[in-house]
């Protein structure tokens, strides 16, 4: 899929920030869409504007996915493109704040994947965007719960594509570092230390996606300095460690 025109899309989260941007930029393109969030009011509001769908509800657990799933294929007839995009940001570390993360930052991608394959493989099409985090290609200081998972959202989304791309499935992770949505503003000064300067709009990511589903490359970087980063981590690790644990001190001074 190279433009959203027409296609049936389902965003989940997107009663807020990146995915109420993305529900209402498709809309505009003339897609279908699906409106998924926890919040139901929230869904409703961002469906009534722009003429989508609400399906309100949990979008990570098996028969929360399941029954969203259901209800989208009921609205739309079938699901073109699904993203992922629901997430949470956990400050603390304790068992709830891991369980919660790996539910919906990762779990709730491979419910979606096991649902949506088995039809998208007999017609041959079928298109997933997960809303991952430049902490899944990096890491983000202050939360090991948000970036172990986002990791593991990224290698669940890396592993799709290198297994389904022969077969039509396209699968995308959308990796911004930080956007101006209630989840950033929600978390600690540490935060805003470390990503307030270069925090974006959502509707600079929405931007990013429409270019990113034209273009079809797998990672869609609405920051482009993700990629130098990315490749800075690789090729000397031990150098980019050196920087982020610099970064950790001044946020530590700072707070
Ligand atoms: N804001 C940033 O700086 C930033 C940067 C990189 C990646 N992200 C990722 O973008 C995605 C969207 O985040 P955002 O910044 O728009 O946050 P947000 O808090 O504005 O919106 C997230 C929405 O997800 C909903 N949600 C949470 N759990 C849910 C569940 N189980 N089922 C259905 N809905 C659920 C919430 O109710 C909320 O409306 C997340 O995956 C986040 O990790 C955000």
Same mark, same amino acid.
């Given at each position: 899929?190279?433009? @959203?025109?027409? *296609? ?20 505009? !393109?003339? #897609?279908?869409?699906?409106? +998924?969030?926890? +919040? *139901?009011?929230?869904?409703?509001? @961002?469906? =009534? ?13 098996? !028969? ?35 369980? #919660?993360?790996?539910?919906? +930052? ?39 719960? $948000? ?14 594509? *290198?297994? $389904?791309?022969?077969?039509? %499935? ?19 000064? #540490?935060?805003? %230390? &470390? ?14 996606? &429409? ?8 990672? %869609? ?5 993700? #990629?130098?980063? $990315?490749?800075?981590? *690789? ?9 982020? +644990?610099?970064?950790? %001190? =001044? @946020?530590?001074?700072?707070?």
């Amino acid at each position: 899929m190279q433009s @959203v025109a027409g *296609a049936g899309v389902v965003v989940t989260g997107a009663g807020s920030g990146i995915g109420a941007a993305l529900a209402r930029r498709f809309a505009a !393109e003339g #897609a279908r869409v699906v409106v +998924n969030d926890l +919040n *139901a009011a929230a869904a409703g509001e @961002v469906a =009534r504007s722009c003429g989508a769908t609400a399906a309100p509800g949990d979008a990570a657990g098996e !028969e929360g996915v399941a029954a969203l799933i259901a209800t989208a294929r009921d609205a739309l007839g079938e699901i073109d493109l699904f993203c992922a995009n629901a997430g949470v940001a956990c400050e603390q570390d304790g068992e709830p704040d891991w369980a #919660a993360s790996w539910q919906v +930052n990762v779990m709730a991608h491979v419910r979606a994947a096991r649902l949506l394959l088995p039809r998208w493989l007999e017609r041959g099409n079928g298109h997933l965007i997960c809303t991952v985090s430049a902490a899944g290609l990096l890491t983000m200081l202050g939360s090991a719960p $948000y970036s172990v998972t986002k990791h593991a959202a990224l290698g669940f989304a890396e592993w799709l594509a *290198a297994s $389904y791309a022969h077969r039509g %499935i396209t699968v995308q992770a959308l990796c911004p570092m930080g956007v101006r949505t209630p989840m950033l503003n929600g978390i600690s000064p #540490a935060a805003e %230390i &470390i990503l307030g300067e270069t925090a974006i709009t959502v509707e600079e990511v929405a931007d990013a996606v &429409i270019a990113g589903i034209a273009a079809g490359s797998f990672l %869609i970087l609405p920051h482009p300095d993700v #990629a130098r980063m $990315y490749a800075g981590r *690789a090729t000397d690790t031990d150098r980019w460690l050196r920087g982020m +644990n610099k970064l950790q %001190i =001044r @946020v530590e001074a700072a707070g």
